[in-house]
């Protein structure tokens, strides 16, 4: 699998009286991702103000730690596509929230996939009036299969986001749907409701 980024370390100095202790701190970020069904949200404010005080730390350095876990979505490892293959028309079709939304077409890889995605319609919503907002995307297919967004262009009235899907999907996608999640970015306490999800079979 080819990774588009490297991790290194920030210093070589490491107490090892501590390892035990962060075993034990990444088992709980396990345990929390199965107990929030891998939804955890975000503590509230006043809430790491409290925890600061009660262990001796610094409410930005816990907020940090916590917007790390929050998004998870961009540590993860994505693959860029290599040896095109060819282009697999699609054209799937959905309506949702008066926008058209359709699976235009494929992009086959050796690896992966890139899937596009478009989007017609004027986006008629109070947080917006002339340009549609940025969304943060998310797509899901099944457990094995790897998903990305990885850009997107347009104006208010149609706009197209590309999808990065590893391994490779098959040339005949009629049996498989598509879970689109999006959500209002910057995200915020007051715009956490504005989201919302897109099948298309």
């Not at 009286?17 to 503590?43: T, Y």
Request: hydrophobic share 30%; charged share 25%.
């Amino acid at each position: 699998m080819q990774i588009s980024h490297q991790v290194r370390r920030p210093t070589k100095h490491y107490d090892n009286k501590i390892l035990s202790l962060d075993e034990q701190l990444c088992a709980l970020i396990a345990q929390r991702k199965s107990v929030s069904n891998n939804n955890p949200g975000f503590p509230p404010i006043e809430q790491l103000s409290v925890w600061a005080q009660k262990y001796g730390l610094f409410e930005s350095y816990l907020h940090s730690v916590f917007n790390t876990l929050y998004n998870e979505h961009l540590h993860r490892p994505k693959v860029e596509p290599t040896k095109f293959r060819g282009l697999i028309p699609v054209m799937k079709f959905v309506e949702a929230d008066s926008q058209a939304f359709s699976i235009t077409h494929l992009r086959q890889y050796e690896n992966a996939t890139v899937l596009y995605l478009q989007a017609d319609g004027t986006v008629e919503n109070e947080t917006t009036t002339r340009r549609r907002p940025h969304l943060n995307w998310d797509l899901y297919i099944s457990p094995e299969y790897e998903c990305y967004s990885s850009r997107g262009s347009g104006n208010n009235e149609q706009w197209t986001q590309q999808f990065v899907i590893s391994p490779r999907l098959p040339d005949d996608v009629k049996g498989i749907t598509f879970k689109f999640w999006w959500r209002l970015m910057p995200p915020s306490e007051d715009s956490e409701d504005l989201g919302g999800e897109v099948i298309v079979k």
